[in-house]
């Protein structure tokens, strides 16, 4: 046994027990720490006080002090009275900050009723979609000010960021909604072909083909496209600018973010989601068009004829007159869940995957507020 070694010479006082320690108690001599204090529980049989005098101790780490403060509760656990005396100043800071404390059962989980777990998860979903409702409005009213502030100075308009964006948006987005558009007016008219063929009223098809897609299935479809393509796509553009602190360089520049990044997107969606809406209106026509001519022996002309006369230009107009509003909803949407992303890879997906879930659900819950509107002024 070397010098530094930690050592324990163990008195005994009548009903008092003394160890005197000595030696390095760090952990480059954590086997010979353990048998110390191994020894000095050996040694306590029959002992109702236990004095550890450390001021013999040349060093003391942590694992050290751990020790020691562990013996000690284990002796006061077994029902002796252990104390430590001579420790110098740093030794008992040391003694102090490791605390030891026993291992405890951890107790059971309360028992909690499923009706009040759920009813809690209702209310915060409640008070989620307050919050978020409120985040909207205020993003918005920012939106606002910054149009008025273009307004008074047209300069700082960005024409070119604005017929990019629309070249995202309307453009390239045309094809898609174009494809999806015809294939839903192809379905429509076959569905409907196939029920009203048992009353003898294949030519309603027209009316119901023209109607439906005209007033809802167009501006519906191509809103929910144009949510899930671009709205998405502005999100992680904007998420992505966040976590590269480019938002915030344009801030340090003296730029207005809502001004460089969230106008020219907001204003391009409103410009080409109408264009979208008149274009899936053709389509879902057409596509209802062909298939009455291929399974109801209906022709185009006379389809064209029926059309005419069952459609009217409110009929036309009141899917276009959606289509600005939903657009606002999913350019606002989208921008403001973009510029909430955080740092990590994390948020940018959940803001991506937010941002497209509020947008569709809002396009819905405008169309149902426009379609109770329209039906009370009998439009």
């Given at each position: 046994?070397t010098v530094d070694e930690p050592q324990a010479e163990i008195e005994r006082r009548g009903n008092e027990l003394r160890a005197v320690l000595s030696g390095v108690w760090t952990s480059a001599h954590a086997g010979p720490v353990e048998q110390a204090a191994a020894a000095i529980m050996q040694e306590k049989q029959g002992a109702g006080q236990v004095i550890f005098d450390l001021s013999g101790i040349a060093s003391l780490d942590t694992l050290g002090a751990w020790v020691l403060d562990r013996t000690r509760h284990q002796i006061g656990e077994l029902g002796a009275h252990a104390d430590f005396v001579g420790a110098r100043p740093?030794?008992?800071?040391?003694?102090?900050?490791?605390?030891?404390?026993?291992?405890?059962?951890?107790?059971?989980?309360?028992?909690?009723?499923?009706?009040?777990?759920?009813?809690?998860?209702?209310?915060?979903?409640?008070?989620?979609?307050?919050?978020?409702?409120?985040?909207?409005?205020?993003?918005?009213?920012?939106?606002?000010?910054?149009?008025?502030?273009?307004?008074?100075?047209?300069?700082?308009?960005?024409?070119?960021?604005?017929?990019?964006?629309?070249?995202?948006?309307?453009?390239?987005?045309?094809?898609?909604?174009?494809?999806?558009?015809?294939?839903?007016?192809?379905?429509?008219?076959?569905?409907?072909?196939?029920?009203?063929?048992?009353?003898?009223?294949?030519?309603?098809?027209?009316?119901?083909?023209?109607?439906?897609?005209?007033?809802?299935?167009?501006?519906?479809?191509?809103?929910?496209?144009?949510?899930?393509?671009?709205?998405?796509?502005?999100?992680?553009?904007?998420?992505?600018?966040?976590?590269?602190?480019?938002?915030?360089?344009?801030?340090?520049?003296?730029?207005?973010?809502?001004?460089?990044?969230?106008?020219?997107?907001?204003?391009?969606?409103?410009?080409?989601?109408?264009?979208?809406?008149?274009?899936?209106?053709?389509?879902?026509?057409?596509?209802?068009?062909?298939?009455?001519?291929?399974?109801?022996?209906?022709?185009?002309?006379?389809?064209?004829?029926?059309?005419?006369?069952?459609?009217?230009?409110?009929?036309?107009?009141?899917?276009?007159?959606?289509?600005?509003?939903?657009?606002?909803?999913?350019?606002?949407?989208?921008?403001?869940?973009?510029?909430?992303?955080?740092?990590?890879?994390?948020?940018?997906?959940?803001?991506?995957?937010?941002?497209?879930?509020?947008?569709?659900?809002?396009?819905?819950?405008?169309?149902?507020?426009?379609?109770?509107?329209?039906?009370?002024?009998?439009?």
């Amino acid at each position: 046994m070397t010098v530094d070694e930690p050592q324990a010479e163990i008195e005994r006082r009548g009903n008092e027990l003394r160890a005197v320690l000595s030696g390095v108690w760090t952990s480059a001599h954590a086997g010979p720490v353990e048998q110390a204090a191994a020894a000095i529980m050996q040694e306590k049989q029959g002992a109702g006080q236990v004095i550890f005098d450390l001021s013999g101790i040349a060093s003391l780490d942590t694992l050290g002090a751990w020790v020691l403060d562990r013996t000690r509760h284990q002796i006061g656990e077994l029902g002796a009275h252990a104390d430590f005396v001579g420790a110098r100043p740093e030794h008992r800071v040391l003694l102090d900050e490791v605390a030891y404390r026993g291992f405890q059962e951890t107790p059971p989980p309360p028992r909690r009723s499923g009706i009040i777990d759920f009813l809690a998860q209702v209310g915060e979903s409640v008070v989620q979609a307050g919050r978020d409702l409120v985040k909207g409005v205020s993003f918005l009213g920012e939106v606002v000010a910054a149009i008025f502030r273009g307004c008074l100075h047209p300069a700082r308009f960005r024409l070119t960021s604005v017929v990019h964006h629309m070249d995202m948006v309307g453009f390239r987005g045309a094809p898609i909604v174009v494809l999806i558009s015809f294939l839903v007016g192809c379905i429509v008219a076959q569905q409907g072909l196939f029920q009203l063929q048992r009353f003898g009223a294949q030519a309603f098809v027209v009316n119901l083909v023209g109607i439906l897609t005209l007033r809802e299935l167009c501006v519906l479809l191509t809103s929910i496209m144009v949510a899930g393509r671009s709205g998405s796509a502005f999100t992680a553009e904007l998420g992505s600018m966040k976590m590269r602190e480019e938002v915030d360089a344009l801030r340090v520049m003296g730029l207005d973010p809502i001004e460089v990044l969230v106008l020219p997107r907001i204003f391009a969606i409103i410009i080409s989601l109408p264009l979208l809406t008149f274009i899936s209106a053709m389509a879902g026509l057409f596509g209802g068009g062909l298939v009455s001519w291929l399974y109801g022996g209906i022709p185009p002309e006379i389809f064209l004829v029926r059309l005419q006369q069952a459609v009217g230009m409110s009929t036309f107009l009141v899917g276009l007159i959606k289509a600005p509003f939903m657009a606002l909803v999913i350019g606002v949407i989208a921008t403001q869940e973009g510029l909430e992303v955080q740092g990590s890879a994390e948020s940018l997906g959940r803001q991506v995957t937010s941002s497209v879930v509020k947008s569709i659900f809002m396009v819905i819950v405008v169309d149902g507020l426009f379609a109770m509107f329209f039906a009370a002024i009998n439009y």
